[in-house]
């Protein structure tokens, strides 16, 4: 069982816009040099459903081999075509992955008896831990937690889930409802100043993407966290809370990471895939404004 900070990484691109194996390599060494618990790498915050699958397959086979066990390497694979999914899992898992991260489908708001064949398909079909991944805002349905309870019953290597959602009051009874059955399910939070909610209700901690540029906030205030001490949990949370306005800049917020990414890491650019564009000048302004005083860049 999994607990603390998960840094959903973004997938580091060239000029051309391919994939940068060589940037991607020094931001994995810089994530977990600042102490986190795990990467996530082809998650949301990664541009999954902007790569195509021969591309995800080299990327993650690289990032399995530079990580060489120092954290665990989890791997997003949920997608519209569950056959495309179960192939990529079944990668995942030969190429030595500890676990996939499987979004819902999107486009289409589907039902949960929908949602329930989809897991169960390639929960059937895979032997490698599986965490679901609930994000709303972006597939247009929301899990239930007797859902996701359902499913973790009936298929034991269904282990966890990521609750992307903007309302705490939704994963509390996610971790009480399937927790109370099953206790090392792990339940984890997708924004960041959710991080000690979740963990105070009995969560997990966080899958949350500011950690690619402020990796040490996230594992110092799990520190502290740890041995009681919430007079400096309460001026790190102040600090997460400032930058949580890093989402509001521009949508999708994944050139705002890349971004941020870029004035921490100076090799790094940032750019996303097509059809994303970098922030303009005010944009920018806005951000650095957020993380003056407490990032160096």
Excluded: W
């Excluded at 989890?74 to 179960?86: A, F, I, M, N, P």
């Excluded at 040490?216 to 502290?224: A, G, K, Q, T």
Aim: glycine share 8%; hydrophobic share 40%; net charge neutral.
């Amino acid at each position: 069982m999994y607990s603390g900070i998960f840094t959903p990484m973004i997938t580091v691109l060239d000029e051309n816009r391919d994939i940068d194996f060589k940037g991607n390599g020094e931001l994995i060494d810089y994530i977990i040099g600042g102490g986190v618990n795990g990467i996530l790498i082809l998650g949301s915050t990664g541009e999954f459903f902007s790569i195509p699958l021969d591309k995800k397959k080299k990327f993650i086979s690289f990032v399995i081999e530079k990580v060489n066990k120092r954290v665990p390497v989890l791997v997003g694979t949920g997608g519209t075509d569950v056959d495309e999914v179960v192939e990529l899992t079944k990668f995942c898992k030969k190429e030595g992955a500890d676990a996939v991260v499987v979004v819902c489908p999107y486009y289409f708001k589907l039902g949960e008896d929908s949602l329930y064949s989809y897991y169960s398909e390639i929960a059937e079909n895979t032997d490698i831990p599986i965490i679901m991944y609930n994000f709303p805002d972006r597939t247009c349905v929301n899990m239930s937690a007797e859902l996701i309870l359902k499913l973790a019953l009936k298929y034991k290597n269904i282990v966890g889930i990521k609750d992307t959602v903007d309302n705490m009051s939704h994963t509390r009874k996610v971790i009480q409802v399937v927790k109370s059955q099953l206790k090392d399910f792990m339940v984890f939070s997708g924004f960041e100043e959710y991080f000690i909610p979740n963990l105070i209700s009995g969560g997990n901690g966080l899958i949350g993407g500011l950690s690619n540029f402020a990796p040490e906030l996230f594992s110092e205030i799990f520190s502290v966290y740890n041995k009681d001490d919430f007079k400096t949990v309460k001026v790190l949370q102040n600090k997460i809370n400032k930058f949580m306005g890093l989402y509001d800049i521009a949508q999708p917020f994944i050139p705002t990471i890349k971004t941020a990414v870029s004035l921490v890491k100076k090799d790094i650019k940032p750019v996303s895939c097509k059809p994303l564009g970098t922030l303009n000048e005010v944009q920018a302004a806005k951000l650095k404004e957020i993380l003056k005083n407490e990032i160096d860049f």
